[in-house]
T-cell receptor, first 111, second 112 residues
């Protein structure tokens, strides 16, 4: 079993839809949770960073962490074609900053 | 701030050739990392460094070497390139004590 599982997609939604992206994990020591956005042929770009359980909102993006279920989510409201990218979840136990990444979910927002 | 920069952007190597992938950051980050990204496989850690003169192996170090003589630079050396090293290579950095990493634009390497 992989430490971090992420559905690869692709996920195709119409413009304006609410998008839900998810990751599950098995290591209960993970405390720091991140979402990266990666456009085609570009480097990953940090989108959201949360510590422990709870929600964090930034504009149209909301990150949610449920440590009891070992499940994290990223919600995108009013999705735009410019949101079309691959979204990587990432998590860390806070030891030596060696982060474990999911394999990414490819999102396409259709105008 | 330029952030994390990587050169070259693209490179084609023949089997057995060597090359160095360059990475530099101007954010005064202590921690620097090299990853490779293959389709459907996510990011795999090759080597990392917690400061000048200190490096350590990651998950997939075979066939690679690194050095860290300054805080800013963290070059990755490929010796005797093999087709299995065809990949996209990303350098990243962060401050000591932080988990969020900042990535460079990547180097796309093909070994034929």
């Amino acid at each position: 079993q992989k430490e971090v599982e992420q559905d690869p997609g692709p996920l195709s939604v119409p413009e304006g839809a609410i998008v839900s992206l998810n990751c599950t994990y098995s290591n209960s020591a993970f405390q720091y949770f991140m979402w990266y956005r990666q456009y085609s042929r570009k480097g990953p770009e940090l989108l959201m960073y949360t510590y422990s359980s709870g929600n964090k909102e930034d504009g149209r993006f909301t990150a949610q962490v449920d440590k009891s279920s070992k499940y994290i989510s990223l919600f995108i409201r009013d999705s735009q074609p410019s949101d079309s990218a691959t979204y990587l979840c990432a998590m860390d136990s806070g030891g030596y900053q060696k982060v474990t990444f999911g394999t990414g979910t490819k999102l396409q927002v259709i105008p | 701030n330029a952030g994390v920069t990587q050169t070259p952007k693209f490179r084609i190597l023949k089997i057995g050739q060597s090359m160095t992938l360059q990475c530099a950051q101007d954010m005064n980050h202590n921690y620097m990392y090299w990853y490779r990204q293959d389709p459907g496989m996510g990011l795999k850690l090759i080597y990392y460094s917690v400061g000048a003169g200190i490096t350590d192996k990651g998950e997939v170090p075979n066939g690679y070497n690194v050095s860290r003589s300054t805080t800013e630079d963290f070059p990755l050396r490929l010796e005797l390139a093999a087709p299995s090293q065809t990949s996209v290579y990303f350098c990243a950095s962060t401050h000591q004590g932080r988990s969020e990493q900042y990535f460079g634009p990547g180097t796309r390497l093909t070994v034929t």
